[in-house]
């Protein structure tokens, strides 16, 4: 709101869920109960708001990036219920609300 006043542009707010299998390389303390976290981030985009979870916990930069700054093989990430195509372009526009849920893929045969 104050940023609103002073004309800033105010970025839309994200919630992102992180699937149990990638909370457990964060503390314990920052676990939800089911071993989901569920946070509300900043960001117009998929690209801004993974920049704003990993203000808020750098360690999972690693587990869900690559050092390119593209979504890893074995992490899916599904924005507003559908999962991302393109891992490597993470401009995807986010809506009012956007949802993002990320978790590992499967894969194999």
């Known amino acids: 709101m104050l940023r609103a006043l002073l004309g ?8 992102v869920v992180l699937a149990s299998s ?3 390389w964060l503390p314990q303390a920052q676990r939800g ?3 989901e976290l569920s946070v509300d981030v900043e960001g117009d ?3 801004q708001a993974l920049g704003s979870l990993f ?5 999972l930069r690693g587990y869900v990036l690559d050092e390119q700054g593209t979504v890893r093989h074995h992490v899916a990430v ?3 219920g559908e999962a991302i195509r393109d891992k490597q372009n993470l401009g ?4 009012e609300r956007g949802e993002l849920y990320i978790m590992q893929a499967l894969s194999g045969g």
């Open 55 to 59: 203000l808020l916990y750098p360690s």
């Open 78 to 80: 599904i924005v507003e």
């Open 92 to 95: 995807q526009p986010l809506g």
């Open 45 to 47: 985009t998929v690209d």
């Open 22 to 24: 990638l909370t457990r």
């Open 33 to 35: 109960p089911q071993g």
């Open 8 to 15: 800033e542009r105010v970025k839309s707010m994200a919630k």
